[in-house]
Structures are given as C-alpha cells and as structure tokens.
C-alpha cells in the first residue's frame, strides 16, 4: 500500500478532521473515499438514472420508437 503526504492549512485540516469522525472513518480512510468518488471516470449512477427523465427536452421526439421516413435510394 502506498503512502503520500499532503499539505493543509489548519482550516483545510479541522475539516478534514471533523468530517472524518462525522462518519465514523479515519483520516486516510475519508480521504481514499472522497478521492475515489471524484476521480472515478464513470458517470455516477444518480446521474445515469436521470437520462431520458425530462419530457420536455427539447431534443426528444414526441414519439421516442417513431422512425424517419426512408430516402429514396439510388439504383447501380
């Protein structure tokens, strides 16, 4: 397991601190939270859960399974 050392002002600390114990965590373990939920690259699941929630989007068709009509083709 790896280690680093940061740097904090004391108001930057006393927050650290006071969440840490708010949720019952150790330091490190309360940071390793945090860094993982915001350096994750995938979208979080309250936010996939709203894609397609707004009717009145203005990209939606009013029919979401109708089809374009089809373009004539050209013959070879």
Same mark, same amino acid.
């Given at each position: 397991?790896?280690?680093?050392?940061?740097?904090?002002?004391?108001?930057?600390?006393?927050?650290?601190?006071?969440?840490?114990?708010?949720?019952?965590?150790?330091?490190? #373990?309360?940071?390793?939270?945090?860094? =993982?939920?915001?350096?994750? @690259?995938?979208? &979080?699941? +309250?936010?996939?859960? $709203?894609?397609? #929630?707004?009717?009145?989007?203005?990209? =939606?068709?009013?029919?979401? @399974?109708?089809? &374009?009509? +089809?373009?004539?083709? $050209?013959?070879?």
């Amino acid at each position: 397991m790896s280690q680093i050392t940061l740097y904090l002002d004391d108001a930057t600390q006393a927050l650290v601190d006071q969440a840490a114990k708010a949720h019952g965590l150790s330091k490190s #373990r309360w940071v390793t939270d945090i860094i =993982r939920k915001y350096a994750a @690259h995938e979208w &979080p699941q +309250d936010c996939l859960a $709203l894609a397609g #929630r707004f009717a009145d989007f203005p990209l =939606r068709e009013e029919n979401p @399974h109708a089809q &374009p009509d +089809d373009v004539p083709r $050209l013959g070879f």
